[in-house]
């Protein structure tokens, strides 16, 4: 897989990209259906749906009905996408989706835009640090926390036509390039990004560029240290969890989560059974989120590359 | 509707709740008020609305029932094994382990269901998506969903019936089984929902209320909904929560009614009496 980090940004901002895959896959599968819950503007699909409203459906602010339609367009054969902020796609239809969905073997790709921090000028109301670790006690879920544009394009493309519920969580605003063009990042493996011996900081979402600028600082200080994109949270790449932690011995988790619940808590339990690493967290210390731009809510929830930094050595 | 026609659809309706009982009794419980208020309902729309082969459940031309309210599974059981699609013997299995008839209806588990329904409310919604997929689909299949009174305490049967209607979904039926009873006590003392037939009406559907324990009142309201058109149906249907089985519909608690075998029993022979 071709890695092109070099810690530039992105020229392509998540919601366009992810407003023009959802009319690009529509466009190519007559059995795609997209809906929403009145946040079409936000991703720039509202005119295309306009135009074609039985293909985009516009739900309105109703987001357990949408699911629930979701899910009967499942049973008919349909391959539903379905849009809105990541609170709502998660804790407000949080049983719709695991019956109407998960339970009735009704297949729907939710998409829930604005995770964690990402959520910044709307506050706390608007910003889950839970989604995970809802859908991860949803049985036999696939769960993605999107690194950049690309690795959205690839994912949206496999979702659509997996079985059962796919939780994507992605931002609307531009990331660190990661990947180059075109390539296919598959469902499942852990994605290498740097290797080293010292330690290893497992990474997802938009804390994979503070791993990244944090290992480049510990090499500095003379720590050798690995950076694996976890972005399947579910299911988990156990193998490689366990070979980078019996490699390192140092397990740092970073995410834009809880650390109750997420991508820390499916590490500790993939590695509690051999016990062969140490391993720390740098996620949200169990709190609600606040209001503010998302470079202050980084420092004030801790997701920062300093604080990966810090976390690291404190294990050494 | 003639007198014969009436006299079958009657005596389906009977067989229908003989064969829920045979269901309780063999496990000595179950949600037996609010299936039987629907038997009359079930008799009259698989004997004369709806489009089935109970050789091929999944055939997707045919009509579509989603039982919103789960918990009415026994009585959707007894109609499916009456039809055909299971053997009858299956209704002696409710509830025990393994079981493929589930208290709450499971289209995974069970031939001839056609939606998994149970947390109140949510059927409400897989039906909306299957009337827009179906008619995406091209399909001239009408899909037919019941709620219960008490369900329509939850939001989201409120939120559906809105995109019932803004959608046009002129192949969605819904049936509103008025028995005026939840599972703590009377639905006007818990939480009045008022005049539902107004509340639908309110909401876009084209409505009419019949004696839901009328075959003949629900042969006629069903047939209007044939015509399609742009507006879902709504069809309340004032009904007695127990109906048929005096001894259930005079217990003053009959949400879900445990009971000796031995009053399963008598009930059912009650029942069996009236056949001929």
Known sequence: MKIVYDGSMESRAFKNVLGETILQLAAEDPDVIYLDADLMSCIGTCQWSMENPTRGVNCGISEANMIGVAGGLAATGFKPIVHTFGPFASRRVFDQVFLSAGYAKNDITVIGTDPGVCAAFNGGTHMPFEDIALYRTVPTATIIDITDVNMLISVLRQCKDMPGVKYIRVGRKFAAKVFADGEQTPIGPAIPLKEGTDAVVFASGIMVHEAMQAAEQLEEDGVSTAVVNIFTIKPLDIETVKKYAKQTGVVVVAENHNRVGGLYSAVCEALARDMCARVDVVAVNDEYGEVGPQDYLQQRFGLTAEHIVETVKGLL | ?276
């Open chain 2, 1 to 276: 509707m003639d007198a014969e026609k009436r006299k079958e659809l009657e005596r389906f309706a009977l067989e229908i709740r003989i064969g829920m009982l045979e269901e309780f009794k063999a496990r000595g419980f179950g949600h037996v008020g609010g299936s039987l208020s629907i038997a009359d309902a079930l008799s009259v729309l698989y004997k004369t609305q709806m489009r089935f082969d109970p050789q091929n459940p999944s055939w997707p031309e045919r009509d579509k029932l989603v039982c919103s309210k789960g918990h009415a599974g026994p009585a959707v059981y007894a109609t499916l094994a009456l039809l055909g699609y299971f053997p009858y013997e299956w209704l002696k299995t409710l509830n025990q382990p393994g079981t493929l008839l589930p208290s709450h209806c499971d289209r995974n588990k069970t031939p001839g269901i056609d939606m998994t329904t149970g947390s109140l409310g949510q059927g409400t919604s897989l039906a909306c998506g299957m009337a827009f997929g179906e008619r995406l689909r091209g399909r001239d299949t009408r899909i037919f969903l019941i709620v219960g009174d008490g369900e329509a305490n939850e939001g989201q049967v409120w939120e559906a019936c809105m995109f019932a209607a803004a959608k046009k979904l002129g192949n969605l039926v819904l049936l509103m089984d008025v028995n005026g009873k939840q599972l703590d006590g009377c639905t006007q003392d818990i939480l009045d929902t008022l005049d539902l037939g107004a509340k639908l009406e309110a909401f876009g559907f084209d409505t009419v209320r019949v004696d839901g324990n009328d075959v003949g009142a629900l042969y006629d309201a069903l047939e209007r909904t044939r015509a399609g058109g742009d507006k879902p149906y709504a069809i309340v249907m004032n009904t007695i929560k127990g109906k048929g089985v005096p001894g259930v519909e005079n217990a003053k608690s009959n949400h879900s009614m445990t009971a000796p075998k031995e009053q399963w029993e008598t009930w059912q022979q009650e029942l069996i009496a009236q056949l001929d």
